[in-house]
């Protein structure tokens, strides 16, 4: 058995001897079980939480420009999509004109 917990059994006896089972037992469930300076107080927590939100913003701000970088490379990559399929479309447009326009001579010079 631990040291703090064979503590915490003598305490507890003597409490019984001295006020009762029930009352010693109730007493020691608002005890904690660990030593004081083990347990947080407000402002321990204050100061993670202080410390939690700044490298939540951290992160956040890293994550911001990925996403900002990623968006910019997307938008670059549709831009340059764009102006291709508009070169191949002129150009599809031009070859069938050009066609079109071949037949319409070969069609006059036949008649």
């Known amino acids: 058995m631990p040291e703090a917990d064979a503590k915490r059994l003598r305490l507890l006896r003597k409490l019984e001897s001295v006020l009762g ?16 300076s083990q347990l947080a107080t407000n402002d321990h927590v204050d100061q993670r ?17 990925e996403l900002r970088a990623e ?9 340059l999509e ?5 070169r191949l479309h002129v150009y599809t447009t031009l070859g069938a004109v050009v066609a079109t326009g071949a037949l ?3 069609a006059a010079g036949l008649s």
């Open 82 to 86: 764009i102006a291709r399929w508009g």
């Open 49 to 65: 939480i202080d410390a939690l939100r700044s490298d939540l913003r951290a992160e956040l701000a890293d994550t911001r420009a």
């Open 21 to 36: 089972a029930e009352e010693a037992e109730t007493l020691m469930t608002y005890l904690p079980p660990v030593d004081w």
């Open 104 to 106: 319409a001579f070969a």
């Open 71 to 79: 968006i910019t490379d997307t938008r670059s990559q549709i831009r």
